[in-house]
Nanobody, 127 residues
Framework: LRCSCRRGGGSIQPGGSTRLSCVAS??????????MAWYLQAPGKEREGVAC????????YYRDSVKGRFTISKDNVKNTVYLQMDSVKPDDTAVYYC??????????????????WGKGTQVTVSS
């Protein structure tokens, strides 16, 4: 069971865009029991939830700092979850991880319980 994170492009300039993708294997994103989320971990800081998409109804939940800029989505046919990152800021610089769990948590952007983590991918926002 794994999530493979892929990021499009190299370093991003402030105000730019990129899309992260995470291909799930060994489980199906179409199942209601599988919520998916993206987390970030900035240097020297703890891992924090960014966005979560419910497996039940596709509802999306975001941390305040990315609302209106980031969009989480999933393609059940490709078994892939995406994080579209627009209007990026230097503070978005971090390692990003996809993760799966049974449901989205009470804290926006998190999972209630994380069952599996994908490998992280570095996103650097710099001019």
């Amino acid at each position: 069971l794994r999530c493979s994170c892929r990021r499009g492009g190299g370093s991003i300039q402030p105000g730019g865009s990129t899309r992260l993708s995470c291909v799930a294997s060994g489980f199906s994103l179409s199942l209601e029991s599988n919520a998916m989320a993206w987390y970030l971990q900035a240097p020297g800081k703890e891992r924090e939830g960014v966005a979560c998409i419910s497996g039940i109804n596709g509802a999306q939940y975001y941390r305040d700092s990315v609302k209106g800029r980031f969009t989480i989505s999933k393609d059940n046919v490709k078994n892939t979850v995406y994080l579209q990152m627009d209007s990026v800021k230097p503070d978005d610089t971090a390692v990003y991880y996809c993760a799966t769990g049974s449901s989205c948590g009470s804290v926006p952007g998190t999972l209630y319980v994380t069952n599996y983590w994908g490998k992280g991918t570095q996103v650097t926002v710099s001019s």
